[in-house]
């Protein structure tokens, strides 16, 4: 068994402080094999932003999966925004910008869907980096599970309108799907969210599982949600989705539901 937390959409600039403490300690607590931090670590991608988001990281366990999102990259700044995007990011958090991670038992690939022109709106994935993950996946054992990692969605929950989904997921779905991948790890909507691949694409012969999370520590929360971030608990055939919310009253992280899904024939199915 393996546990994956699974944290997006810091926004270190936007960040409730009284937050930060109590996640660091939850994220310990469920001693994870593998962190996941899928994007927006700042508000406005700048210098200091980024110092806090590296002094954060820097707290949580190791291996870490770090991409950046939309917000990572300058809003203001026509020139970097466009000719540099991500030099902050490379400077402060990771040189890769698409990093991966293989162990005994799980597998995570990376796409980064955050570019200059993608400030605002739904981010789009690039065609060079679904035949690298690609690549990277068909060439691991068909015993591991497979999970891929990208800030923008692949599904979107109830009320949020379309043009949030990732730009060119269609064709990353069926290529990756093809190439056996399990599990879709995002954030960006800041809303908690899991769905089956095959509710919005047709994937013959296999079912996929998509998992968003919502904001782990920003104040820019949404739909009413609390702040959370999610747990997630693999084997091969089993994945349980803890979602970790944080409780006011309570003063820390609590699981606030759970989820099961199991790998039948055809791939994820949801566990009653």
């Not at 999966?65 to 030099?87: M, Q």
């Not at 690039?126 to 690549?135: E, F, I, Q, T, Y």
């Not at 979602?243 to 199991?262: G, I, K, L, N, Y």
Request: charged content about 20%.
């Amino acid at each position: 068994m393996r546990t994956v937390v699974h944290i997006s959409d810091l926004h270190f600039g936007r960040v409730d402080m009284a937050l930060v403490e109590p996640c660091v300690e939850a994220v310990h607590a469920a001693n994870p094999d593998l962190v996941v931090i899928s994007g927006d670590l700042t508000q406005r991608a700048r210098s200091a932003q980024f110092l806090e988001a590296r002094t954060f990281l820097d707290r949580l366990p190791s291996p870490q999966i770090v991409i950046p999102g939309n917000h990572d990259v300058p809003l203001y700044d026509v020139y970097k925004r466009f000719a540099r995007p991500f030099t902050k990011y490379m400077r402060y958090i990771s040189e890769d910008l698409e990093p991966s991670f293989t162990d005994d038992e799980i597998a995570v690939v990376s796409l980064n869907t955050a570019y200059g022109y993608t400030f605002i709106g739904a981010g789009r994935i690039a065609k060079n980096s679904v035949l690298r993950a690609c690549a990277t996946l068909r060439s691991l054992p068909e015993s591991l599970l497979k999970i891929v990692v990208t800030h923008h969605p692949f599904d979107l929950p109830p009320l949020v309108k379309e043009n949030q989904l990732v730009r060119g997921a269609v064709p990353a779905m069926a290529e990756l799907s093809r190439s056996g991948a399990d599990i879709f790890l995002a954030g960006h909507l800041h809303v908690v969210h899991t769905e089956l691949t095959t509710r919005r694409y047709k994937t013959p012969g296999w079912n996929g599982l998509i998992v968003q999370a919502a904001t782990g520590l920003s104040d820019r929360r949404r739909s009413g949600e609390n702040n959370a971030f999610n747990v997630l608990r693999t084997t091969s055939s089993d994945v349980v989705v803890e979602t970790m919310q944080w409780f006011p009253e309570r003063q820390r992280f609590d699981v606030a539901h759970t989820e099961q899904f199991q790998c039948r024939d055809k791939g994820w199915q949801r566990v009653a």
